[in-house]
Antibody, heavy 119, light 106 residues
Framework: QVQLQQSGAELAKPGSSVKISCKAS????????ISWIKQTTGQGLEYIGY????????NYNEKFKGKATLTVDKSSSTAFMQLSSLTPDDSAVYYC????????????WGQGTLVTVSS | DIVLTQSPALAVSLGQRATISCRAS??????MHWYQQKSGQQPKLLIY???NLASGVPARFSGSGSGTDFTFTIDPVEADDIATYYC?????????FGSGTKLEIK
């Protein structure tokens, strides 16, 4: 069965960076895009962007350009998202999710990674 | 960006029908999808392409609509359906979500 296993919670200081991982299993990793979504109580669910796991090509929501960097390691079927120059507004639960052959719906989701930014 | 508007909450009695609406700020054709999120869990896809049931999802759940107005229905409502339901569009980039409708039991 399809599974997306995310890395554990992070506590980071303002101005620093964090890198979250999302290990996929149960399907051919390079056949589907992986997307990342931010969830906060105030802003709800926000789409950050997606990565083409075969080519490494990326597409970002304008709002998250310069904040998020998406990469993949095909050898380990793992997607990564690095968040840089962290501020308290970056505190949220971040999900990875598998898209289809096109960026359409999010068929499978990871369990989420809580990122807390605090001095 | 396309804005999706949902009412914040809905209270329904067990065994009755729950209808949740989602209105898009511009046409998304049939590129509308619905998710269920229970407390402390990740969202789960229920409906894709406005009316298609995702794999393993009970037939109690259904979706309809096109253009700017969409409806998500649970009939009949069961206790396990307590959750927040989100719509999401994929017609335009960036993909956007509604703010969610919290389903409560009367």
């Amino acid at each position: 069965q399809v599974q997306l296993q995310q890395s554990g919670a992070e506590l980071a200081k303002p101005g620093s960076s964090v890198k979250i991982s999302c290990k996929a299993s149960g399907y051919t990793f390079t056949s589907y895009y992986i997307s990342w979504i931010k969830q906060t109580t105030g802003q709800g669910l926000e789409y950050i962007g997606y990565i083409n796991t075969g080519s490494g090509g990326t597409n970002y929501n304008e709002k998250f350009k310069g904040k998020a960097t998406l990469t993949v390691d095909k050898s380990s079927s793992t997607a990564f998202m690095q968040l840089s120059s962290l501020t308290p507004d970056d505190s949220a639960v971040y999900y990875c999710a598998r898209l289809g052959l096109l960026p359409n719906w999010f068929a499978y989701w990871g369990q989420g990674t809580l990122v807390t930014v605090s001095s | 960006d396309i804005v999706l508007t949902q009412s914040p909450a809905l209270a329904v009695s067990l065994g009755q029908r729950a209808t949740i609406s989602c209105r898009a700020s511009e046409s998304v054709r049939s590129s509308m999808h619905w998710y269920q999120q229970k407390s402390g869990q990740q969202p789960k896809l229920l409906i894709y392409g406005a009316s298609n049931l995702a794999s393993g999802v009970p037939a109690r759940f259904s979706g309809s609509g096109s253009g700017t107005d969409f409806t998500f229905t649970i009939d009949p409502v069961e206790a396990d359906d307590i959750a927040t339901y989100y719509c999401q569009q994929s017609r335009n980039d960036p993909l956007t979500f509604g703010s969610g409708t919290k389903l409560e039991i009367k």
